[in-house]
């Protein structure tokens, strides 16, 4: 399928070739989807990664440059959590090369930078982004810059380093961090391999739930939950079930479930205040480093995809999140903080654990964790 790039805001449209960083209205991009999806399309059995649902996606323009990038990503194990909670599955998504979802993204994004020919990226991230981008970037040969927020997890500074990234520690906010990694794109006229603004991320999070219909053999749940921050998985599953349904592949949705973090929870905020954007609120400070967003560019779309999928937004506070750590790792479950705040959710809402729920493990305790 042919790619075509507009604006949110305007419906102004982009070829891939000229895709700026965001359209001259000040809108935040996205990739057109194709109304006419062909499910006979949906995938293509000989590939062993996420990339067997490529003629499903609208990356015409990216040709077979995938190929040179790819890791091995997706395909992960969709395993049933079991004791308790007999209705709860877990996707485990941290069984990646880089150890968090971000691949899915970061593997199309970096894609696209090598077929534009760019040599040199930045990116700024709470961590498993950034960690993603810079294996990708150093497997295509891209130079690429890091900004990270300072006193983010170690482990996962140490990562980026390893990849052969430059990396930024920048004091303050998540914010900062981005406005810093922001300036050097503009100063420096440099590509901008953005999980929140190029929109190729959610080409690639979207294959989270293609996989989960292959999986459940098209009986998707009746709960889908996703932590928010900027809205990467949440976007992508939106995207992504879209597709399904567009295509006859499914007939209904989901309910969408998202679940904030309780000191910095604006979606959930401007969602239940009715909201059509979202305002930036005062990160109280979280163990949830990854949804730790307090102004996240994709608000509005992310208020929207709640809205059609029938969603609920959940906060966890802090003594949950470690409580939910420790209960996973007791259980066998070793995942990082930000994914004990989706559990801790789950946990603490009996309300929904009548019906099945897949619940996503985003990334791997190894890297940060609190236990
Ligand atoms: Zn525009």
């Not at 102004?295 to 969603?311: H, S, V, Y």
């Amino acid at each position: 399928m042919s790619t075509i790039i507009y604006c949110s805001e305007c419906l102004k449209e982009y070829s891939f070739i000229e895709m700026p960083l965001t359209c001259e209205c000040g809108g935040i991009l996205s990739i057109k989807r194709n109304a006419n999806l062909d499910a006979g399309k949906f995938l293509n059995r000989e590939i062993w990664s996420m990339f067997r649902y490529k003629n499903f996606l609208p990356l015409d323009c990216l040709g077979d440059a995938w190929k040179g990038i790819t890791l091995g990503e997706g395909m992960t194990p969709v395993v049933d959590y079991g004791s308790d909670f007999g209705n709860l599955k877990i996707k485990m998504d941290y069984m990646m090369p880089t150890l968090s979802f971000k691949d899915r993204g970061a593997s199309i994004l970096v894609a696209a930078a090598k077929k534009l020919g760019i040599k040199e990226i930045v990116q700024d991230s709470s961590g498993n982004a950034g960690i993603a981008v810079a294996a990708y970037a150093a497997r295509a040969g891209i130079k690429c810059s890091i900004f990270v927020p300072a006193g983010n997890s170690k482990k996962k500074i140490q990562q980026i380093y390893v990849h052969g990234a430059d990396v930024y520690e920048i004091e303050g906010t998540r914010e900062d961090t981005a406005k810093a990694a922001l300036n050097k794109v503009l100063e420096e006229k440099l590509y901008y391999a953005s999980h929140v603004y190029n929109p190729f991320f959610y080409e690639g999070t979207k294959t989270y739930v293609f996989e989960l219909f292959e999986q459940l053999k098209g009986n998707m749940p009746d709960y889908l939950w996703v932590p928010v921050g900027n809205g990467t998985l949440l976007l992508g599953c939106y995207y992504g079930l879209l597709d399904l349904k567009s295509a006859g592949l499914i007939s209904k949705f989901p309910k969408m479930i998202a679940v904030q973090s309780h000191n910095c929870a604006p979606v959930h905020d401007a969602f239940y205040a009715g909201e059509d954007v979202v305002k930036p609120c005062v990160n109280k400070g979280t163990l949830a480093e990854g949804i730790a967003i307090a102004d996240p560019k994709r608000g509005k779309l992310i208020l929207q995809a709640l809205r059609e999928l029938d969603g609920e937004v959940l906060t966890a506070d802090e003594k949950a999140i470690c409580a939910a750590a420790k209960k996973l790792a007791g259980d066998g479950f070793y995942f990082e903080t930000t994914t004990a705040a989706t559990f801790a959710a789950y946990f603490s809402n009996p309300d929904f654990q009548d019906k099945i729920s897949v619940l996503p493990a985003c990334g791997a305790g190894i890297k940060s964790s609190i236990i």
